[in-house]
Nanobody, 118 residues
Framework: QVQLVESGGGSVQPGGSLRLSCAAS????????MSWYRQAPGNQRDVVAA????????HYTNSVQGRFTITRDNAKNTLYLQMNSLKPEDTAVYYC???????????WGQGTQVTVSS
């Protein structure tokens, strides 16, 4: 079965950094667009960053542009999100998503908590 397992979350002070990882299995990782989403209590789940199947192109929501970097290692079936200059408003559960560009397939991980506070 398809599995997406996030890790690397935790508690950090404002201005600090974290690197999230998403380990994928059960599907052809290199054929999927990968994304990071986040959801804070009382809010909807919103996209943070996305990366093409080859890693050639990445896109970010405005609030994280310049602070976060999404990358992937197709040889390791792993997606990453490097988060720098973290702010309290970045506090959320972060989710990994795999999507096909030309089909209905969509898979989600269980999420990892990121808390930014002093």
């Amino acid at each position: 079965q398809v599995q997406l397992v996030e890790s690397g979350g935790g508690s950090v002070q404002p201005g600090g950094s974290l690197r999230l990882s998403c380990a994928a299995s059960g599907f052809t990782f290199s054929s999927f667009v990968m994304s990071w989403y986040r959801q804070a209590p009382g809010n909807q789940r919103d996209v943070v960053a996305a990366i093409t199947n080859t890693g050639s192109s990445a896109h970010y929501t405005n609030s994280v542009q310049g602070r976060f970097t999404i990358t992937r290692d197709n040889a390791k079936n792993t997606l990453y999100l490097q988060m720098n200059s973290l702010k309290p408003e970045d506090t959320a559960v972060y989710y990994c998503k795999a999507s096909t560009a030309a089909g209905p397939n969509e898979y989600w991980g269980q999420g990892t908590q990121v808390t930014v506070s002093s």
